[in-house]
């Protein structure tokens, strides 16, 4: 019996602390949250702000294997992160428990090696109420304004819906960035560049230091420049540096992350966490960039070694943002002598973290800036050239340069020859290209974190939530936008002829980056007309700085709540009862056919187009918009195609053709079969040749490669990776396998693994009750459709053995499901009955029936 139990939040970091820690410390996991607020209800009582906290179904079984480990320590060490969520934690362990003060204590470190949890024994300290208390009123007020916002979304636009106070404003920004995209008028200028060659026919790209709004003003520049001896004007020198950014925090992270490793900001806080975990780097959840000085001189150590001293410049770094709190650190490794670990993606997110703490340690770059000034007298205006060299490398000598997305190519700084003033040259080529403005860019996940930490909106632990939640939400997602054609004019000076061109430019298309949908405009344009305050940038600011005051203990949680719900409540109410419903609603002309009215609007299988209106003699007749297509941009011609959909084309081998548009896009439906049509192809464009081709295309995918015991192999591409069919059964192909080239023995290698490897998923089956009992990847689960439940120990404590479970009753298999889910064999409630439709309801609800099919 240990005398001491350890109580972190995850097994990973559990199994770390237990290597540090003698036989007299038991470490155990409480798995995130014992509890929270209940799933269903508010669970908050808004007349004192209480909360009813409860234990989730899925945590009761672990609670009570703590509350027995509790039973036979002497002394409970909390050890859950140091942050305000690790405090909330380590709180909510110590009431559930019933942990006694003089029974528990509370331990936090930066770092998880041997030193840092020594340390952290050896200096415990008490539950810290304040930052609790920040925690409590985050979740509380978090909790409310999702309550009460979210059903008037669902009375005024749509059911379902939801509202947040971080989310939304992040669905604000996304939205105002596609307005300001879509309001931008371009405006044409021409710009001037210059490929100039000195004696020793050496290039010298130059551009010109003016731009010209007409092409004839271009045009007459390079009439001028014709027979123009260029000289070099002038040559300046200047002497610069480079220094190296901080260390980093939360959100520098993620965005370097993104930029440099193409990492999601949920993929890089998952991979942070398993680093954290393992011992790796400090805690990933900061906004401080402060370096303690055991780090700093681990640094040190670690630079005079590997590239000498000339390299080392120790320094710390202070944070901008006034509610960091610098007795974190940033994050950095925890041993300088580790530069790589063995798991790939681990590695490239941990010799990124390495370098750029680093690197924060090293010396300044020195660089030598030099601008060149081309041109003659007699024209009206010069070029310029701009290069540099590094002198000295300094801090890049581990960390490099990085281009961002913000950076132009055009502005990429070269080295440039040697030359002296009053040098003739010649001119080997010179352009004048019309260019247009660009509007500002659509925020990548790097750059939404960077915004919202710019505006205060949000801590380190919030950016990466939030943005899976408003792509949940589908409020914005990262479609693809189809770049658009324009004509751009090019004159080109060579050998004293002048030459111009009209080329077209691709402009406007976007990848991976955020678009909002329709609905996640008009819910934003809903809340922003009615909850002015709450979608303030400046007001959410506000509510995490008062959050802050509550973490420093100077203010009182439940009152900051009762200020804020005695303004909020109110407007709750107001927009309830007055606001107008919302369903984006825009009006696009007239159908030239029938007269009638042509609309966009969100309607219940989302954005689509109206012609006629609810209350007219003859229903109104409905279209979906096509991927691509949105209720703000559409035109009426874009509109009134759409009433195209579905058309027929003449048969194929017998079986009927149909083009149309459903909920995965536009597809040839052949027979049965439907068959997608591919990415950024108009399906109106799709004729009877077009349609036989897609058709053609589907067959031939579909032929027998070849065949097993007489049944035919066939191949394909899906969701998860290239794979082959034999009879109904799906077999993933491994990278090992050449694909394109099969050979039978490969084909029977691949099947016979999976039937072998099928003949041994179930240990028992009760195909009637859609339950069994199944070998998983990390050992037997019990399935009950498509929910999976864990396996129960004996009585005796021990694990079931295969052989054991062939064994177990059905009953008993029930047994286990409803100790996990109490609600798994419920009988579902008998729909009640109606009162009769009225007949414009009727009209509406047997007119949205004769929708397109939006499923395939």
Same mark, same amino acid.
């Given at each position: ?658 083009? =149309?548009? $459903? !909920? +995965? #896009? *536009?597809?040839? %439906?052949?027979?049965?079969?439907? /068959?997608?049509? @591919? &990415? ?35 191949? =394909?591409? $899906? !969701? +998860? #990776? *290239?794979?082959? %069919?034999?009879?109904?059964?799906? /077999?993933?192909? @491994? &990278? ?121």
């Amino acid at each position: 019996m240990s005398k001491n139990l350890v109580i972190v939040e995850s097994p990973a970091k559990a199994k770390t602390i237990q290597k540090y820690l003698g036989k007299d410390f038991e470490v155990k996991s409480s798995f995130g949250h014992i509890r929270d607020l209940p799933k269903k209800g508010m669970g908050i009582d808004l007349a004192t702000f209480s909360p009813d906290y409860e234990v989730s179904a899925d945590k009761k079984k672990l609670v009570t294997e703590l509350k027995s480990a509790v039973k036979k320590a002497e002394m409970v060490w909390l050890a859950s992160d140091e942050d305000r969520e690790g405090e909330a934690i380590a709180w909510h362990l110590a009431e559930e428990l019933k942990l006694k003060p003089e029974n528990r204590k509370r331990i936090v470190f930066h770092e998880i090696t041997k030193n840092a949890i020594l340390k952290a024994i050896e200096h415990p300290r008490d539950i810290d109420q304040n930052l609790v208390n920040a925690q409590q009123a985050r979740r509380v007020l978090d909790r409310i304004v999702g309550f009460e916002m979210s059903p008037v979304l669902w009375k005024k636009v749509k059911p379902g819906l939801s509202a947040g106070r971080v989310q939304s404003v992040a669905v604000r920004l996304v939205v105002e960035r596609e307005k300001e995209i879509r309001s931008f008028v371009p405006k044409a200028s021409f710009k001037l560049d210059g490929i100039f060659l000195n004696d020793a026919n050496q290039e010298i790209s130059a551009k010109l230091k003016k731009d010209f709004n007409k092409e004839s003003e271009a045009e007459n520049f390079l009439e001028s420049a014709k027979n123009t001896e260029f000289k070099v004007l002038n040559v300046e020198t200047k002497p610069g540096s480079r220094s190296a950014s901080a260390p980093f925090t939360t959100s520098t992270l993620q965005q370097e992350a993104s930029s440099r490793l193409g990492y999601n900001v949920t993929n890089t806080m998952r991979l942070a966490q398993r680093l954290y975990e393992e011992g790796y780097i400090t805690y990933m959840r900061t906004d401080s960039v402060n370096l303690s000085q055991e780090a700093i001189e681990g640094a040190k150590k670690q630079i005079v070694s590997e590239y000498g001293a000339e390299y080392s410049s120790p320094r710390n770094y202070t944070t901008k943002s006034s509610s960091a709190q610098e007795a974190h650190e940033a994050i950095r490794p925890t041993d300088f002598s580790v530069k790589a670990i063995g798991d790939a993606q681990l590695s490239k997110l941990y010799q990124l973290i390495y370098r750029r703490t680093l690197a924060s340690q090293m010396a300044n770059a020195k660089i030598e800036k030099t601008v060149i000034e081309i041109g003659n007298a007699k024209l009206p205006q010069h070029f310029e050239a701009q290069g540099e060299v590094i002198i000295f490398d300094g801090f890049l000598k581990a960390y490099g340069i990085v281009k961002t997305e913000d950076d132009d190519e055009e502005n990429n700084e070269k080295l440039l020859p040697k030359v002296t003033v009053g040098e003739v040259l010649s001119y080997k080529k010179i352009t004048a290209t019309e260019k247009f403005t660009k509007p500002s860019a659509r925020y990548t996940e790097a750059g939404l974190v960077r915004k919202l930490e710019e505006l205060g909106i949000g801590r380190p632990s919030t950016y990466a939530p939030t943005i899976q939640t408003i792509q949940n939400r589908e409020y914005v997602d990262k479609r693809e936008i189809e770049p658009q054609t324009r004509e751009v004019v090019k004159f080109s000076l060579v050998k004293e002829v002048i030459k111009k061109e009209v080329l077209d430019e691709k402009f406007g298309g976007d990848k991976n980056k955020f678009v909002p949908t329709d609905i996640g405009e008009v819910v934003n344009d809903f809340l922003t007309d009615n909850f002015t305050e709450i979608l303030d940038f400046g007001f959410t600011a506000k509510v995490e700085e008062s959050f802050d005051e509550i973490a420093n203990g100077g203010q009182k949680w439940k009152e900051m709540m009762t200020d804020f719900y005695s303004k909020f409540h109110p407007r709750i109410e107001d927009v309830e009862e007055n606001a107008d419903r919302a369903n984006g609603e825009r009006l696009l002309g007239v159908d030239p056919k029938t007269g009638k009215n042509v609309n966009a609007r969100i309607g219940r299988f989302g954005p689509m187009i109206q012609i006629g209106e609810q209350d007219d003699e003859e229903k109104p007749v409905f279209a979906s918009l096509l991927s691509g297509q949105n209720i703000a941009t559409i035109t009426l011609e874009e509109a009134l195609e759409l009433f195209k959909l579905p058309f027929d084309l003449n048969e194929v081998d017998g079986h009927p053709v149909t083009i =149309g548009v $459903g !909920r +995965f #896009g *536009p597809y040839v %439906k052949w027979g049965e079969t439907y /068959i997608s049509i @591919p &990415k950024g192809e108009d399906p109106l464009s799709v004729d009877q040749s077009r349609a036989e081709e897609i058709i053609n295309e589907k067959k031939l995918a579909d032929a027998p490669i070849a065949n097993y015991k007489g049944e035919p192999i066939t191949k =394909g591409s $899906g !969701r +998860f #990776g *290239p794979f082959i %069919k034999y009879k109904s059964v799906f /077999i993933n192909v @491994p &990278k090992r396998y050449n694909f394109d080239n099969l050979s039978q023995s490969d084909i029977n290698e691949l099947v016979e693994a999976k039937l072998e490897k099928e003949a041994n998923r179930y240990i028992q089956q009760w195909e009637a009750e859609k339950i069994s009992i199944e070998n998983a990847r990390w050992g037997p689960i019990v399935k009950h459709g498509k929910n999976i439940y864990k396996i129960p120990k004996k009585k005796d404590d021990t694990k079931y053995e295969s052989e054991d479970l062939k064994e177990v009753s059905l009953d008993e298999v029930k047994k286990w499901i409803t100790a996990q889910d109490p609600k798994a064999f419920a009988e579902k409630k008998k729909p009640t009955a109606k009162k009769p439709a009225t007949k414009k309801a009727t009209t509406a609800k047997k007119t949205v029936a004769k929708k397109p099919a939006t499923k395939k």
